[in-house]
């Protein structure tokens, strides 16, 4: 008999063998259907794998992430199943499960395409197939057997990805009459795939090698219900409309060009306001917590980044080196803002009275995405973090660390970021190479996130694994107006780099100590926060970051005159106001500029004019009734000290 552990901390006795989908039905046959995978000693597996020792049990149903990915990793072999059906001789390249859905990377043979038009042929095969009710499979095989296998089938892919691993640790699955190289976790069969639905054709070359071969990415999705099916693909539209893409287009906030190059985003004047809009509000609130604000190159000596341990961690990710005319000098576009900020603060010498130091920069930099990783504003290839690092006492990093946590919270009560996740990130326990400094360091700073988290009352998520490689991190996962999550602020503590740099301050016994440094950013990338804030928004900003906040729509050409005077007293004024001058009637103008978002629309006739006023209609609200020029302006400035109030 073996021990069996739940969550709970309750504990039964199981025959020795037994599998995690034999528990679940001793339970409940219930919950035996609503169980996809099981976590058993911290391993993810099948539901069918035997359980030969005492063990810690987790069952995943459909709400938990880890039965989401088993499903829907099922299904991309279900697919495979279907194209290979379809398509004999196609070759198969990487097929995981992902945020959404699932993919597979496949190589039909260069003389057949496959395009969104044979997507719902695919797709039927796929139900005729999971109606089969068939069986997933497990089976450990040698290298040398699962080479033979791949080699005689003609996919060179598996071939290469079974090349590099490891003998006895290769396992196969079948389902039907498709075999894939997997680790899993799988499905005990297809019948839980009561809807499937595929999304989608892409290029995307083998691995992601811009040199390899182009294969054809396949999107689907699959549900064990039809109605999770139907509000996704609700969900697919509404992403559409709000896409950033499509609205920045519209309203004119950003563009990209071929000439310029890829994923290089060029700011519009209404884009950059909402920029500006940004970094002003922002650099007031830290310049009142006592940051100073810093400014630093493009471009860094490549050493600089050999110090800090980015070089060797990202070089291969980064822009290549620049060369000078001066032999063996070489440049790097900046990837990272902290090894500069390093180099500020050794400039001048630091009394343990000086901390903490706060030093703040919207810092641009530059790093290599690979061409089909780049999407919108929210994967490019240049983009300005709103980035700082405290330089502290060991004794100030917990209160420290919590003032930042406050900062975040502010800005995101600003901004209605009201919904997210705290992530604590820590080091993978298995895998340390990847990391950099020593584990008495590793495990302090470990401890002073998860404490400082705990004192703040957060709830937080731990995550292995996702720390970056000078130190651990707290992550704030925001979810979006339609559910989805997007990694906004973090502030990571990291004793490494205050030593690769030789950081220090005068201590009160005089003698040399070394500072503790934060890195923090509450916007993360800009770019990618004004993807967010558009798609949250709709393009409906907030009156204090719209970068029109009125528009004045004369209902005839002779109240022109007024319309000019009132724009010139609300441009002085530092309210950006347009005119609308078409000789349009006022209906379609209201129309028109309702498109726009533009928070006030300003209607002035006749009774205007003689009574010195402004007929006020707020975006998507309708009438406000009439005010005076000055009333208004009075409005708008309480209207934003609302929006940004503590």
Known sequence: MIKITFPDGTAREYKEGISSLEIAEQISPRLAKEVYSATVNGEIMDLMRPIEKDATIMLHKWDDEAGKHAFWHSSAHLMAEALESLYPGMKFGIGPAIENGFYYDVDPGDDKVITESDLQAIEEKMKELAAKNLTYSRKKVSKKD??????????????????????????????????????????PSTEPMKAIKLLSVAGAYWRGNEKRKMLTRIYGITFPKQKLLDDYLVFLEEAKRRDHRRIGKELEL?????????????????????????????????????????????????NLYKTSGHYQKYGADSFQPISTPQEGEQFMLKPMNCPHHCEIYNATPHSYKDLPYRMAEFGTVYRYEQSGELHGLTRVRSFTQDDAHHFCRPDQLREEFKSIIDLILYIFRILNFNDFTAQVSLRDPENKQKYIGSDENWERAEKDII???????????????????????????????????????????????????????????????????????????????????????????????????????????????YAQKVLEILNNSDICTLIDERSEKIGKKIRDNELKRIPYLLIIGEKEVENGTIAVRKQGEGDKGSMKIEEFVNFIDSEIKKEIAL
């Open 146 to 187: 699962a080479l033979d296998i791949f080699t005689k089938k003609g996919d060179e892919y598996k071939v290469e990805l079974i090349s590099e691993l490891e003998d006895g640790t290769i396992t196969l699955y079948t389902q039907g009459n498709f075999t894939d190289l997997c680790r899993g976790p799988h499905l």
């Open 254 to 302: 950003f563009t990209f060009s071929q000439k310029v190059g890829m994923g290089l985003p060029l700011w519009m004047p209404k884009g950059s306001d909402i920029r500006q809009n940004l970094i002003t509000f922002l650099t007031s609130v830290l310049k009142k917590r006592g940051y100073k604000i810093v400014t630093t190159p493009h471009i860094g000596n490549v």
């Open 451 to 561: 404490e400082a988290a705990a004192e703040k009352g957060l709830e937080t998520v731990v995550v292995t694994g996702e720390a970056a490689f000078y130190g651990p991190k707290l992550d704030f996962m925001v979810k979006d107006a339609i559910g989805r999550k997007w990694q906004l602020g973090t502030i990571q503590v990291d004793y490494n780099l205050p030593e690769r740099f030789d950081l220090e301050y005068n201590g009160s016994d005089n003698q040399k100590h070394r500072p503790v440094m934060i890195h923090r950013t509450i916007f993360g990338s800009m770019e990618r926060f004004v993807a967010v804030l558009i798609e949250n928004t709709a393009g409906k900003f907030p009156l204090w970051l719209a970068p029109e906040k009125a528009v004045i729509l004369p209902v005839s050409e002779k109240f022109n005159e």
